[in-house]
């Protein structure tokens, strides 16, 4: 076993009297897919808040790949190489797909501030996007504007541009919510490509896709994470099955 | 593409040749013109492309009208930089005054950061006539354009070719900033600066940079208008100046590059025209930004792009009887708003109470409007603008007729996607 990249210690947080994760120990291994699954209002949204910066721990340690990051603003977490998508779409909604991606893309390659050269003349961003479109098979979507293509695509289009920074752990927020049968059957497919030589770690509801999909699984129930343990272990641990999982969810 | 090259050129050279074409008095109003199309256009770069509602940007054209006499009087009246360049003093000014002040103002977004602008503009305004030092005092500073390199710069036509040479440079610099990174992120800050900070950005470093340049901008237009009337005085500093601004920019339309500047001309253009023949002019130029926001929100230049979509369905034998309708309409209700506007003005006017109160008793004295006395008593005189608002709102209904007949003959827009859409999840 390797070291591992992602390790939450202790963590908490709470807005005012009320506590959402309640000391949460977490290690998420090098190269692995990892699943994060529990009821609604469990604290899988507000964990990946924490570490993906969006919201300071009230205390506790993040340590990404051995650096603590908790508390850090989400630019400085996602240039250290750790990117995330959101459960609720969160792209520029007025811009063409291609804008979108190519956003994400440019930063990667160094530009930000840069008012000194022309974006259409740089061959590098134009064929990342060209390929991360195709990827996500929106290139035929390319000229259309973002916010008004189907949510599938939308969806799609999040998991673009998470990939864009080219990150080592991406943290993927419902992925598949309002997709299809085929659409997920993709996706699914796709996340299992991406995360070739990355290390993943996902909230989703479908349970096909998290035990199909997942190394590991943890599973988090009102602020504290009950249990982590393979899919098999999980599947047999009485605790979950109790808490969350209910008979005619275990595949 | 070629298209757009071929009628920007066009347009720069129609403005070269208007020295030839205009008198004095029209010339320096075309000078005002390109100050506030310029002016317009750099606040359009933070409102329309960023997303970032300032209310005080008249605080940059300021600070960069002032930099601009402050380096043109250095040196014993020599001037810091020849005249030809003076207007980067202003630019130089507008852009750390922008970058101090963005950096206080794009810590927060939305309605808080327009207060923060707001109030950076009072501030000013409240401070400039007490440092008299600095702004002048109530007289302003005044100065004087040095010749250089052969010219004297004593003309009108001299500032307008100055003028134009600026504001063409600063605007093809505004456009080529849309397509570099940065540009592209200006747009992303205004479309989702939440989701840039987790793609990596810097969304207060990239907001306080576009804060900057924009400032610049305004800054430079600040100084070509010292330039041109050689005096700067703190009214620069007045909400006026800077309400202007956002009036222009969306009376011309936010979504298009050059709406702005658009607006802006038009309505500098009939600020000059129309001053002289009305006293209600601010009232005239309200009513345009209302009926602008309630029926045209993409601006003037947004009824282009409308135009344009129905022409290219439907053929222009067709479209025609529409547009001179619609034209007819609109002159009908602008001449019963004038009219109404104008006889309103003069019955409350101080002279007309004046004689209502030596003709104590007597019948209400008749109106002089438009070369002809009109009493205000009479049927007949209102009348004129009751008719003239029915006629308009007779046209607007066959307009709005003829719309719906347009929209029914073509096939609907929405008909085969549909379709295309159950197959694919069949």
Known sequence: MSDPI?????????????????????????????????????????????VSGQLAPSSGAIRFEGREIGGRTPQAINRRGLARSFQITNIFPRLS???????????????????????????????????????????????????????????????????????????????????????????????????????????????????SLSDRISVLVYGQVIATGTPAEIRAHAGVREAYLGDEATP | ????????????????????????????????????????????????????????????????????VHAMNAVGGAGLLPTPLMPLAGALGGL????????????????????????????????????????GGEAGISTMRMPTWGYDFGST??????TLAWVLTAMALLYLYT???????????????????????????????VFAISAMFSGMAGGLQVLSNESANYVVFDPSLSAAAVLNTYIGGVQVFLGPAFGAALMTFFGYAISDLTRSWLLYQGILFVLVMMFLPTGLTG????????????????????????????????????????????????????????GAGGPWP??????????????????????????AALLYWRCRQILNALADGEPAPSGPAPAQHSEESA
């Open chain 1, 97 to 211: 797909t291609y804008e979108n991606v190519r956003l994400a893309v440019m930063r990667a390659h160094g530009l930000q501030y840069a008012f000194w050269k022309f974006i259409d003349r740089d061959r590098r961003i134009r064929e990342e996007t060209g390929r991360l479109l195709d990827l996500v098979r929106l290139a035929a979507k390319a000229g259309s504007v973002a916010g008004e293509m189907a949510y599938s695509e939308q969806r799609s289009l999040e998991i673009a541009m998470t990939l864009a920074s080219d990150p080592r752990l991406i943290l993927l927020d419902e992925p598949m919510a309002g997709m299809s049968h085929d659409e997920t059957e993709y996706t699914s497919q796709l996340i299992r490509e991406i995360s070739a030589g990355r290390t993943l770690m996902i909230v989703e509801h479908d349970m096909d896709v998290v035990f």
């Open chain 2, 303 to 358: 009824l282009i792009a409308i135009t344009g979509r129905l022409r290219e369905r439907h053929a222009p034998a067709r479209l025609m009887p529409l547009f001179v309708l619609a034209a007819a309409c609109a002159v009908l209700a602008g001449a019963g708003t004038v009219f109404t506007i104008e006889l309103l003005q003069r019955l409350f006017s101080q002279e007309y109470r004046a004689l209502m109160q030596a």
């Open chain 2, 1 to 68: 593409m070629r298209k757009t090259l071929i009628t920007c050129v066009a347009g720069a050279a129609l403005l070269a040749a208007l020295p030839f074409l205009l008198s004095q008095g029209l010339l320096n109003a075309a000078i005002q013109m390109l100050i506030a199309a310029l002016f317009a256009s750099a606040y359009n770069l933070l409102c329309g492309q960023a997303g970032m509602l300032s209310f005080g940007h008249a605080a940059y054209f300021g600070v960069g009208a002032f930099a601009t």
């Open chain 1, 6 to 50: 992602l390790a939450l210690h202790g963590l908490r947080k709470s807005f005012g009297p009320t506590d959402i994760i309640r000391g949460v120990d977490l290690q998420v291994r090098t190269g692995e897919r990892h699943a994060l699954i529990g009821p609604n209002g469990a604290g899988k949204s507000t964990l990946f808040h924490l």
């Open chain 2, 96 to 135: 750390v005054f922008g970058a101090i002040a963005g950096w206080f103002a794009t810590q927060r977004s939305g309605t808080y950061f327009a207060m923060i602008t707001l109030a950076i503009a009072e501030l000013v305004h409240s401070l400039a006539p007490h440092l008299k030092g600095v702004f």
């Open chain 2, 157 to 162: 036509t001299q500032v307008y070719y100055l």
């Open chain 2, 366 to 391: 008749a109106v002089a409007l438009f070369d002809r006395s009109w009493q205000p008593g009479s049927p007949a005189t209102w009348g004129v603008p009751l008719l003239l608002f029915g006629a």
């Open chain 2, 179 to 209: 397509r570099t990174p940065l540009g592209r992120l200006t747009l992303g800050l205004r479309e989702n600066s939440h989701r840039l900070k987790f793609l990596g950005y810097n969304v207060h470093g990239l907001s306080t940079l």
